[in-house]
């Protein structure tokens, strides 16, 4: 199998009628799998019940370095768990998600027969991405971002749109800060690498990580990849491609959470997901800027940068127009899900 067929064995949407209820309900995970994870670590997994779908977290797969408090695990369980909702509407459910506290925290989607409806959401499942490359610059119509603020808006998570180039500069600079600090930080860098899928086969096998190709890198042996990435990845270049991806973005949409906890990081992930979701089905691209959130000494003053006298702020995104770009990949559902008798 090369690449591209592997890419268009994981983005895709059902082949056919599924009429047995378990076969549905796992064809639900397959698309809650399709959800972004930090690294794409896809920190998850899953058990299905009686007419019910658990999200928990896989724990195994932490990056303590970037996410020390667990924080983007737990968004990323959120994101799953919403594309597990969008996806349950067009299998003729209706989904209804909560957070519980056992099994160091899950999300539990209690399911309900109803009338199938495949909303635009849904439909950009497999079409979502978060693309790592120059947009065109140009902005976006008040709908268009009204529409993202809605989608991106949830129990107690607001979402800030930031449009004005001052603003734009102002999360600029923290983005630098916080990027001169990770990339200065040995033990990020490995972790980094740790995930980074230099060679297309390598991606192919693990099934996760970050393929080169995702950021515009040709695919290379590990070997080589290793020693490039160790020579090239310095701070001013990338603080100088932040800088040039961020200008060429048409606005940023940082999450606030209104309490620093695990529900509301989940909820975060879930507001994060229909907001990409709904960009996808406008057309417009998204990636994450998180360095001011991810640098735990900088985030107060981030806050206090945006004006903001309380909450945490979870996720900052740039979004804007521009090419789509390789995407990565999905480890099988037997990875992920977890066996009524385990």
Known sequence: MNYQEAVDRTWRHSDGALRDERTRLKELVRYATLAPSGHNTQCWRFRIGSCSVEVLPDLSRRTPVVDPDDHHLYVSL???????VQAARAFGYRGHAGFTPADDGAIRIALE????????????IPHRQCTRT??????????????????????????????????ME???????????????????????????????SEAIRTGDGLPARATGNPPVPRW??????RASFRAKPENDRYARQIRSSAGIGVFVSCMDDKAHWMEAGRCYERFALQATALGIRNAFVNQPVEESGLRPEFAKALGL??????????????????????????????????
Not at 113 to 123: C, G, I, V
Not at 174 to 185: F, I, K
């Open 309 to 342: 006298s309380e909450g945490r702020p979870d996720l900052v995104v740039r979004f804007g127009r521009g090419k789509e770009m390789p995407r990565s990949l999905r480890r099988p559902l037997a990875a992920v899900m977890i066996e009524p008798n385990h």
């Open 170 to 200: 102002t999360v600029l600079e923290y983005v630098v800060q916080g990027n001169t600090l990770q990339v200065g930080n040995p033990a990020f860098v490995r972790e980094l690498e740790r995930w980074i899928r230099f060679s297309d």
């Open 134 to 167: 120059d947009y065109d610059g140009r902005p976006l119509s008040a709908e268009e971002l009204q529409l993202l603020e809605a989608a991106g808006t949830g129990d107690g998570v607001a979402l800030v749109l930031l449009t004005a180039r001052d603003a």
């Open 113 to 124: 027969h109803a009338t199938e409806e495949r909303s635009p959401l849904f439909q950009a």
């Open 78 to 84: 959120g994101c799953a768990a919403e594309n597990l």
């Open 224 to 229: 080589l990849g290793r020693r490039l990435f």
